[in-house]
């Protein structure tokens, strides 16, 4: 069978006695050089291949980032190359005093038909199915490559770089503030809750200032709310046409985060002065601090602020909706009249966060209403 090559120039190194090499290669080169052995049963049940099935969403929001300008991909596709691929020493001096780590040299990589490849892609195949959809976009990524004489050490590898759990999503709202270069589209939308929640938790006057709970705090910090019971809300406030939807911008304007933020903080600190005595409280202490208290006035934010004249008697007309439902409220003791249930036995579960949302719409409509 003839066979073409990509020759590149690569650099070799010893893992024991692993051969393990590193180049960089065109990306839309992977799949000429690499199969994806997805994981099934043949007829007789045995276990093939590894790999678990594409993420259309995941390959397409990488595919939306690698058609942005000026982006960077240093992350590395790990590949298993069958004995066959020839690795050829470049001779020469090595300059005095340099670290001798690796050898440079030339890798031949065959280009063959799907199926009968000499590498298998142990790690990235959403980038490289990403990198190979985006045919128009010229980059060159890194290729981390390893000799592999059969199928269970391609699975070793495979589990080893892939059982570490992926970053929590916590950690991530918060990095992503942080970060102004363009991201998938997957991502982009989470930035602007990520930024009013940390506006709002280190912002001098903000209700919430030195109350919220972040990745990064350390230990003993006196943080009494998750990051991600607010960001939630304003997640929900965005998507759901809420009270931040009006100021998130369009396809020729740009998002009002400032304006977001003003918001946020005058509701937040209306029904910080509303309910005094459930403030500031642990969760165990004032469900009003739990997430399914914060949830449940998210909503009620996004009920009570549209109807209201954003005007020099804003958080006073809050107050007074607050103040209207506040006798039906037991935050921190008592019991919720029409849930039957006592202050404490609303857990952060689906079922209770529904209720206590509905309970308190409700009672903002009757109030509201004079009913």
């Known amino acids: 069978m003839s066979t073409d090559f990509i020759k590149i120039r690569a650099l070799r190194t010893y893992q024991g006695e692993n051969e393990v090499y590193s180049f960089f290669i065109d990306g839309r080169d992977i799949f000429k050089i690499a199969d994806i052995t997805r994981i099934s049963r043949d007829d007789a049940g045995e276990l093939k291949g590894f790999q678990r099935k594409s993420i259309q969403n995941h390959i397409s929001g990488i595919v939306e980032y690698l058609h942005q300008k000026d982006v960077l991909f240093p992350n590395a596709i790990i590949l298993a190359f069958d004995p066959v691929v020839e690795f050829k020493q470049s001779r020469g001096p090595v300059p005095e005093g340099v670290l001798q780590t690796s050898e440079p040299g030339?890798?031949?990589?065959?280009v063959r038909p799907e199926g009968q490849r000499a590498a298998w892609i142990v790690d990235g195949q959403q980038r490289s199915t990403a990198l190979f959809k985006a045919q128009k976009v010229d980059i060159k990524v890194p290729v981390i490559g390893f000799r592999c004489p059969d199928v269970e050490m391609q699975?070793?590898?495979?589990?080893?770089?892939?059982?570490?759990?992926?970053?929590p999503r916590r950690l991530i709202d918060e990095l992503l503030p942080e970060i102004n270069t363009p991201m998938p589209s997957d991502l982009s939308p989470r930035r602007i809750p990520s930024e009013l929640v940390n506006a709002l938790a280190r912002t001098k006057g903000s209700p919430f200032f030195g109350l919220i709970k972040?990745?990064?705090d350390s230990e003993g910090d006196k943080g009494v709310i998750t990051d991600t019971a607010l960001i939630t809300v304003a997640e929900a406030s965005l998507k759901n046409y809420g009270a931040l939807a009006l100021h998130k911008g369009g396809a020729t304007t740009s998002a009002n985060v400032n304006e977001m933020y003003e918001i946020m903080s005058v509701f937040w600190s209306a029904v910080k002065e509303v309910f005094p005595e459930a403030w500031g409280l642990p969760p165990t202490d004032s469900r009003l601090m739990h997430s399914a208290g914060i949830e449940a006035m998210g909503v009620l934010?996004?009920?009570?602020?549209p109807r209201l004249r954003k005007d020099d008697e804003f958080k006073k007309n809050i107050k007074d909706a607050l103040m209207a439902i506040k006798p039906q409220c037991a935050w921190t003791k008592g019991e919720w009249d029409g849930l039957a249930m006592k202050w404490n036995e609303i857990q952060a579960v689906t079922k209770h966060k529904r209720m206590l949302k509905d309970h308190l719409v409700q009672l903002d409509y009757v109030a509201s209403r004079g009913l």
Not at 155 to 167: E, G, I, T, Y
Not at 301 to 305: E, F, G, L, P
């Open 214 to 216: 972040r990745p990064s």
């Open 106 to 110: 030339v890798i031949e990589l065959p």
């Open 155 to 167: 699975r070793q590898q495979f589990v080893l770089v892939n059982k570490a759990k992926p970053l």
């Open 301 to 305: 934010m996004d009920r009570i602020v």
